[in-house]
């Protein structure tokens, strides 16, 4: 297709409401990665592709760890956003958040990425208070034929080779392997850092398709890497032997999946099995999860459209040599229910869509999450929208059970040593978000849509002082003992805006802009510091441009710029190291691919990311343990052979 016909044609999304929908018609904050955006650019990695989304936080630690969120509170493990891989749930319930080494798919085989900014827990349920990233993968029957990739820059080598065939009947299957070698960045000093990776994946999948009803899909995966991290000084040598810590990643799933369609309703259940292992700081963790989902889709009449479902998860957590716990296992359960009705007060204007999701869960306790939209269409070129939702995000094991010594610096000439410790008595944060956008579609090349918001956090997570004493023993020093509490609340507000312009069919230009701020409100005297702090820029905005020149050449090109944002470090004691700024300055980046397709399998690409500068720092540790690292400029060369279909 060419980029006028892009624009113009139909992105469809499942993850607002658990069912198909027409973006342009749909109540929420979205935006759509296609397979042509991937396909097209210079990314290669799932976190490089989100730094097109407007109102998304996507910040780079260091070679291998990635902080990304949407609507500010951005940290290594970000608790407010829901990750999802096909359905399948990606939030660590040990720390919080994702962990985006082990979602190191392959490019090739993601079908688009469909992300939500603001609340969608009355369908995800708890966790999915700021935002909904859901990767789907292509069918089988998309990638038949053979596909090798390699491509080798200044900061990794990856190499994907991926095999599909037809079946007889209605059926189809791929499998591929994949290794990435992530080269180590440099620190403040200019010293290389103790980071970089190298992993192996590889997996499969199986479509059947009994007609155009009836589909059964099932898919597995396994992956192994070994990490290298920089601790941070408050870390080391208190939990680790030394600041270089040698990690690894160990994982994989089976999941199936069916569906029926019918002329008035739709039904799929859906099962999975997942296990990930990562050995760190000394110990390793063991996570088994089982999965059972059910829903059904509805149109009950022309005026309802009604979608329900319940889910069980069940979740084992085992740890061993690991001192940072109070026990070795733990075991978790989830239980919920939801249903949706989009009602249609004035056919073709006017929708109201109501929402809720009960359910009752080891960490999150008992909740019911709900959600209002509504949507007016004014006309076929322009729609308005607006939204009320609540959402929860429920404490991690880490949260509650922890018992994490600290090195906190130095008094009268007396070391300050503390310890981090869990509250088994936490309590989930609570958000509930107001919501607004426009959507406005003017002539046949240039689209527009804004989306604003307005969100108050109860109960954020907090650091209180609870005991200060001398202790003579084994060394004369002052022991602090620090616990987690839920000691402040935060109200945040936003605008989101992204433009699209296609002035002639060869060339589009595409812009996103985002400004958020927060305030935080101290609610517990107790508490000394904000865990969870907002860190995140003010401004930020991304240009793109796609042209295509003919001949089989295409050029594509990223600009971003991301503004200085608050640093939330630990309380400073003492006269031990203290932030030199409260603030990560801004910084710019670009990044720019060239493709010529040669023949008619074979495409060879060439570019470079960050070119704007010789490096720059994109995150701060902050309460966090793994040291940041700079991002340097680099160049790229790729090489990709499709073999035809069989």
């Given at each position: ?414 070391p300050i040593d503390g310890t981090f410790v869990g509250n088994a008595d936490l309590k989930p944060e609570t958000v509930t978000s107001y919501e607004a956008g426009y959507r406005r579609r003017l002539g046949e090349s240039l689209t527009l849509d804004l989306a604003s918001f307005f969100s108050n956090n109860l109960r954020l997570q907090s650091l209180g002082l609870v005991s200060a004493l001398f202790q003579p023993t084994p060394a004369p020093h002052v022991q602090l003992d620090f616990e987690t509490g839920n000691g402040y609340r935060a109200r945040s507000c936003g605008v989101e805006a992204a433009l699209a312009w296609t002035p002639v069919r060869t060339l589009q230009f595409r812009g996103n802009y985002a400004w958020m ?130």
């Amino acid at each position: 297709m060419s980029l006028e016909q892009l624009s113009q044609a139909e992105i469809k999304v499942t993850s607002v409401a658990k069912k198909e929908q027409d973006l342009w018609l749909t109540p929420a904050a979205a935006y759509v990665i296609t397979k042509q955006d991937i396909a097209r650019s210079a990314a290669s990695s799932i976190p490089e592709l989100l730094r097109r989304v407007p109102g998304l936080q996507v910040a780079q630690i260091n070679a291998s760890y990635w902080a990304v969120t949407a609507r500010g509170f951005n940290s290594e493990y970000a608790s407010k956003l829901l990750v999802l891989v096909d359905g399948r749930t990606m939030y660590s319930e040990i720390y919080s958040g994702a962990h985006w080494d082990s979602i190191d798919l392959p490019l090739e085989d993601i079908e688009r990425i469909e992300v939500i900014r603001g609340p969608g827990a009355a369908v995800w349920g708890t966790n999915a208070a700021n935002g909904v990233i859901n990767i789907i993968s292509k069918p089988a029957s998309e990638t038949l034929g053979t596909l090798t990739s390699a491509s080798v820059s200044r900061i990794e080598d990856v190499t994907t080779i991926r095999y599909g065939r037809s079946l007889r009947g209605q059926a189809s299957y791929r499998a591929y392997a994949r290794y990435v070698d992530r080269r180590p960045f440099d620190l403040a000093s200019g010293r290389p850092a103790f980071d970089g990776a190298d992993t192996w994946r590889g997996g499969g999948r199986v479509g059947w398709h009994e007609s155009t009803k009836g589909t059964i899909r099932t898919s597995g995966d396994w992956y192994h890497g070994r990490l290298k991290t920089q601790l941070m000084p408050s870390v080391a040598p208190s939990v680790a032997p030394s600041l270089m810590e040698h990690e690894a990643i160990a994982g994989g799933f089976a999941m199936s999946r069916w569906e029926h369609k019918a002329t008035t309703w739709d039904t799929a259940l859906q099962g999975y099995y997942d296990q990930q292992t990562r050995t760190e700081l000394g110990g390793q963790t063991r996570t088994d999860t089982f999965d059972l989902d059910f829903q059904q889709h509805l149109a009950a009449d022309k005026r309802h459209d009604v979608v329900w479902g319940s889910e069980l998860r069940v979740t084992a957590d085992h740890f061993s040599g690991v001192p940072l716990l109070r026990s070795n296992d733990y075991k978790n359960d989830l239980v919920e229910g939801f249903a949706q009705d989009e009602w249609t007060l004035v056919p073709g204007r006017l929708k109201l869509t109501l929402g809720t999701k009960v359910q009752t869960g080891t960490l999150a306790g008992f909740q019911v999450l709900s959600s209002a939209r509504l949507l007016f269409a004014t006309s076929r070129t322009q729609t308005m929208w607006a939204g009320a939702s609540q959402a929860a995000v429920a404490p991690s094991i880490q949260d509650k059970y922890s018992q994490f010594p600290l090195v906190l610096g130095i008094t009268d000439g007396l070391p300050i040593d503390g310890t981090f410790v869990g509250n088994a008595d936490l309590k989930p944060e609570t958000v509930t978000s107001y919501e607004a956008g426009y959507r406005r579609r003017l002539g046949e090349s240039l689209t527009l849509d804004l989306a604003s918001f307005f969100s108050n956090n109860l109960r954020l997570q907090s650091l209180g002082l609870v005991s200060a004493l001398f202790q003579p023993t084994p060394a004369p020093h002052v022991q602090l003992d620090f616990e987690t509490g839920n000691g402040y609340r935060a109200r945040s507000c936003g605008v989101e805006a992204a433009l699209a312009w296609t002035p002639v069919r060869t060339l589009q230009f595409r812009g996103n802009y985002a400004w958020m701020q927060a305030r935080t409100t101290q609610m517990d005297a107790g508490s000394l510091s904000i865990l969870n702090g907002w860190d995140t820029p003010r401004n930020a905005w991304t240009g793109m441009a796609s042209w295509q020149p003919g001949d089989g050449w295409s050029v594509d090109a990223l600009t971003s710029s991301v503004g200085k944002r608050p640093i939330n470090p630990l309380p400073s004691l003492g006269t031990g190291p203290v932030p030199a700024s409260q603030f990560l300055e801004a910084y710019m980046r670009m990044d720019l691919v060239v493709r010529r397709k040669v023949g008619r399998g074979l495409e060879l690409s060439a570019g470079g990311t960050n070119l704007q500068a010789p490096r720059h720092l994109e995150f701060d540790a902050g309460t966090g343990y793994v040291e940041p690292a700079y991002v340097p400029r680099s160049s790229f060369v790729m090489v990709k052979w499709t073999f035809p279909k069989d």
